[in-house]
């Protein structure tokens, strides 16, 4: 029985017609993680090819300190609802089996991301043209900021809703109910504090866990608090740098997804440090924002798994 | 039926004892490239499986260009040589089936490396120093140099045998001929040309394909040649690197492993070029030796996959 | 004697009243060229002493191989009209005496810079967005097109005329007359190709000798011409780069200002390469600009000195 | 009168002869700090020039906020002893009136580095590489350690002197006093921490002010203290790094002289991470002792003015 005969018969008994085939493959990703065990890179694999899936991208590890397993996949298949629905079934029975926390996300589908941003734009400015441009597949879904628009002329916003919610030590908790009040009606996924300077409370962190990404303007855990630069210069350190985590209650303590540096000198008074900063963080949350909407990162514990590329 | 029976009757199917679960388990890497098609992941997992194994890393790479496929999986394994026999055969069908390039290393089997030098011997020293506090896992076989041994006076080459064969116009031939012995007689899987000046012959380079490794002291493909110091100063350029690649008959045209870079100024002479280029040689070299070793480096046509760590 | 009572004495010499010592000081730079020889450093400095400027950065270097010294000095001085006109003339005389290539600028006045583009925009965008925060202290004088205004439709182009020139074969000589006249209009010191991909013609690029600044998406010398990117994966090099250099007759020859790199893979496709290869083209131009506008980049031949910070 | 007539008669005035313009030039560096004021350039440029000197890299700094300024120049001189006397006497005048703080060294003269190493011989390694190649311009007086010479087999340590200082909590005080005095007996001007682990007595790093260089293997001050990769790993972080720092009274936070970083992944384990360290450990402390050696770094506080190259 030649392969794709043995293919066949898998997919006829399990009721699918082989119209699907003529179809456009859509592309999925895969993420799991579980305590670590033989056979679930076997259970994974056989599943998706017997559903005709091919796997084009696969990516795992193993942390021998945790126990702990890890898989990204990516895989083409040409589906209709059935037997994706079948899939889908499948791998939950899988997961349930290898007591995995997965997730099933169609590549074409655009992630919907609600953007903050407080009194420095560029890092709002860079996400936005990366957007339009085509480099970061998301949906935004609202502007937050605790300046009003003004603030931001110079940047076209597009369609994307502006919401001015200043903050002040009185209206901080009503001023969160309706920024997740807003997440909600907008179905955000995600939300992204583009140098959005108001700490969030341990209430809403907790509830935005795992789909928050902050920009900390310093090399973690090398500056944390304010005024990092004025830190580092004051230190005279001979590279700063910049860090982008998931935001948590422990401020500046989140599970880290990316950072980067460059060169300083004694030369570089704050202010250059400042401005060299800028270029810094910019690059390295969009890169952090990538990384998640590709599904390249998989919290592991208060650290993170980034299946780069 | 648990999983663990349904492995268990797997294992007494193909009439192996279950004794060998009480042996220290050793630890594998395959490496394979073929034509892209469904079903690879699935079948490579589940020969793993079936004898035991547990997959601790896995990478792979889908040349959506050429077609091609490539993986390079390590997994640990309580074995016997059985056991090893019955995966090694089941692993050749798995290959004779998609038509893979395929290999099987035991990690702890060291690769017996020769190295070759010139009068430049920093790199040699380099992995001299590497392999001797354990991060090279490799069996130095010899050291040939177109210089005599008093030209490394200052190197500790500890018990490896040291040869040197001066090349002239007129004895090419003959002394390419030695090594050629040499590398047979010591068993040599890999060639390392850690600064050797000498052009081998297209013979030999055909010989030692996919096994040698050179340094290029340049950033390939700017300043092929000789003297890429003083080309890249005479350009003026701002980063100056070095190359790591396999050796081909077409001179500086190899398969790329690794490459890194430093910045430069007009302040460095092309002697300063000289002193930091040293520093990137030996880091890009080693790592590019490292990653052989390591089975991470796969051959796709004129370019390569290195599975990174 | 005191030695600000020599200084006044000096001042009084020389006719100047120490009203002007009342007046907020103002920041200059110098920059010069010349056959390298004893007493240039004395010569300057002592003449910016005596016009009671303070020297508050200098750097300079020493070309034994060309036998030339260049310098740039920044110095602060409490000036009027008359001070200032005194201090050009001694300076001009130690110019002649040193047969330097020298410049004086006003550290308060903007350069004007005239910008062209073709269908990328992310280096004009990011241009506009560093002169808008503040970071690139010119005055933009034109934007130059060959595409219509609309297809930047997203860019705030705020007041800056906006020109569509769109290129022919036969049109060119035509549109380049145009583009000239345009620059001398609009009286633009400097000239940026921020993705501008038409070359220009060998008369033009005379003209603009020296303050004409291109990106070149590849990291020079490896691989010029067209689709560098695509080049770069047919070799499958392991780092991509970018290049600012002024733009000479040469194509692509031209005295390179600052040249950066990031790393890449196999898993890199052209279209990714692209991607990485936007982040290095705007922050490689962006830098250039910066050194040229700060007085930052002196030739020297085929080459340049570049002063960094 | 020609500017050169106008030199000898000044050199006439000081009484030397025009005989020493047909030696050898020498080549010195000058370095020196001072509050700000007008005239130091001058001061320091002309005398230089009166003294037939010439200057072939000079490098400044201005610290705004502290109000110092830094210099370090090199010049080279046809010298005999008298012109140089006349010269250091000159120079001392100067350095009087701005009250400096400064030095003068001979080019030709190499410092005397005492090398000091704990288990860990990799920057021993390298340093003593880097020295036998003429790299690092020294004359290594003694390495001492806290381990026996057969821990450090492999190393070929010249005629250098070794010797075994074993510490512990009973004999630290003897032990460092042994030390002084051996950098007393053998003129040491440079004590290196070549990942010495032993923490150095308060007085004896006030004794060692300014001329003790330690490596520590983490990017300050990220992790103080011990085992700095595994607190690295236990927080994630997505790069490494290394700093080199003059040690003082207070651990970890002496002036930072120079710092790199590697990227790094959660696939590196604490020993990868060890390992990739080694690589920015040595390269960083080599890079720090070659900046002391060419007299490129001065003091400023709590900081360093590091004149690159």
Same mark, same amino acid.
């Given at each position: 029985?030649?392969?794709?005969?043995?293919?066949?018969?898998?997919?006829?008994?399990?009721?699918?017609?082989?119209?699907?085939?003529?179809?456009?493959?859509?592309? *999925?990703?895969?993420?799991?993680?579980?305590?670590?065990?033989?056979?679930?890179?076997?259970?994974?694999?056989?599943?998706?090819? @017997?559903?005709?899936?091919?796997?084009?991208?696969?990516?795992?590890?193993? %942390?021998?300190?945790?126990?702990?397993? *890890?898989?990204?996949?990516?895989?083409?298949?040409?589906?209709?609802?059935?037997?994706?629905?079948?899939?889908?079934?499948?791998?939950?029975?899988?997961?349930?089996?290898?007591?995995?926390?997965?997730?099933?996300?169609?590549?074409? &589908?655009?992630?919907?991301?609600?953007?903050?941003?407080?009194?420095?734009? +560029?890092?709002?400015?860079?996400?936005? #043209?990366?957007?339009?441009?085509?480099?970061?597949?998301?949906?935004?879904?609202?502007?937050?900021?605790?300046?009003?628009?003004?603030? #931001?002329? +110079?940047?076209?916003?597009?369609?994307?809703?502006?919401?001015?919610?200043?903050?002040?030590?009185?209206?901080?908790?009503?001023? @969160? @109910?309706?920024?997740?009040?807003?997440?909600?009606?907008?179905?955000?996924?995600?939300?992204?504090?583009?140098?959005?300077?108001?700490?969030?409370?341990?209430?809403?962190?907790?509830?935005?866990?795992?789909?928050?990404?902050?920009?900390?303007?310093?090399?973690?855990?090398?500056?944390?608090?304010?005024?990092? #630069?004025?830190?580092?210069?004051?230190?005279? &350190?001979?590279?700063?740098?910049?860090?982008?985590?998931?935001?948590?209650? %422990?401020?500046? @303590?989140?599970?880290?997804?990316?950072?980067?540096?460059?060169?300083?000198?004694? *030369?570089?008074?704050?202010?250059?440090?400042?401005?060299?900063?800028? /270029?810094?963080?910019?690059?390295?949350?969009?890169?952090?924002?990538?990384? +998640?909407? %590709? %599904?390249? &990162?998989?919290?592991?514990?208060?650290?993170?798994?980034?299946?780069? /590329?």
């Amino acid at each position: 029985m030649t392969d794709q005969a043995g293919r066949t018969r898998l997919a006829r008994a399990r009721g699918l017609s082989d119209m699907t085939h003529h179809q456009v493959p859509a592309s *999925f990703t895969v993420t799991l993680s579980c305590p670590n065990r033989p056979g679930i890179v076997a259970a994974i694999a056989t599943t998706l090819y @017997e559903a005709d899936g091919n796997i084009t991208e696969a990516q795992q590890f193993d %942390d021998v300190e945790t126990g702990l397993f *890890f898989m990204r996949v990516v895989f083409s298949i040409r589906t209709d609802g059935e037997r994706l629905d079948w899939l889908r079934a499948r791998l939950g029975a899988v997961a349930e089996r290898f007591h995995m926390n997965w997730t099933l996300h169609d590549r074409a &589908v655009r992630r919907r991301v609600l953007l903050m941003v407080s009194k420095f734009d +560029h890092c709002l400015a860079d996400l936005l #043209y990366r957007w339009r441009i085509g480099e970061l597949p998301m949906t935004p879904t609202a502007i937050v900021a605790n300046h009003p628009r003004a603030a #931001y002329g +110079h940047i076209d916003m597009a369609d994307i809703p502006f919401h001015h919610l200043p903050v002040t030590r009185d209206n901080k908790a009503e001023q @969160e @109910e309706r920024l997740w009040t807003l997440v909600r009606q907008t179905n955000s996924e995600l939300v992204v504090l583009a140098r959005y300077m108001q700490v969030l409370s341990d209430s809403l962190t907790a509830r935005l866990s795992g789909r928050c990404i902050n920009i900390h303007h310093s090399f973690l855990p090398g500056f944390k608090g304010a005024r990092p #630069y004025h830190q580092a210069h004051a230190r005279g &350190v001979k590279l700063i740098g910049a860090t982008a985590h998931y935001v948590t209650a %422990d401020l500046d @303590e989140g599970p880290i997804i990316e950072q980067d540096v460059e060169r300083v000198s004694h *030369f570089d008074t704050p202010a250059d440090l400042v401005r060299k900063g800028r /270029d810094i963080e910019r690059r390295v949350l969009a890169r952090a924002v990538r990384y +998640h909407l %590709d %599904d390249r &990162v998989i919290l592991n514990g208060n650290k993170t798994v980034v299946f780069g /590329d």
